[in-house]
């Protein structure tokens, strides 16, 4: 356990102070119109992306330097998390810390969060692809439905 907060704790100290409402332990992720859509738990052994109604959707694997890769909890590459922003696979941000949300000044108060609902096992995951040169325009694709795509269905 004391590795990964040695491992984690660079991280959550760069994003935690620029995110209002933070948590030591977690990082909202904002959606381009500034919206909370989600967030991301640095509690569990591996950081775990949740819903706002407490179901864990994808988690962050290392990848090179202080990069991540996203995976859903269904094995699926869903993008990768770098410098505050998960971006797709076409390279576009789809949510991101505060800072990086467009057309906002302040971030929009959100919802109450549900508790969390228990963290699935983790997956066989699927080999990440070549990154993509990163864009600047965001993806038309809103942040709730890309993290949706890595969600265990009610079946599995």
Not at 58 to 75: I, K, T
Request: glycine share 8%; with cysteine.
């Amino acid at each position: 356990m004391t590795h990964l907060i040695h491992r984690f704790l660079p991280l959550v100290l760069v994003l935690c102070p620029i995110v209002l409402r933070c948590q030591i332990d977690e990082t909202t992720l904002f959606n381009a119109e500034g919206s909370p859509e989600a967030y991301i738990s640095f509690s569990e052994n591996d950081p775990t992306i949740y819903t706002w109604s407490g179901k864990p959707v994808a988690f962050l694997a290392s990848s090179v330097g202080h990069d991540f890769n996203v995976y859903g909890f269904n094995g699926k590459h869903l993008g990768w998390f770098v410098d505050g922003v998960v971006r797709s696979h076409e390279g576009s941000p789809v949510c991101g810390v505060h800072r990086v949300a467009r057309a906002v000044s302040l971030p929009k108060p959100g919802p109450l969060k549900s508790i969390k609902q228990l963290v699935p096992p983790i997956p066989s995951k699927e080999l990440a692809p070549l990154r993509p040169l990163f864009r600047r325009q965001w993806s038309s694709t809103q942040c709730g439905l890309f993290l949706s795509e890595g969600a265990l269905g009610e079946s599995d």
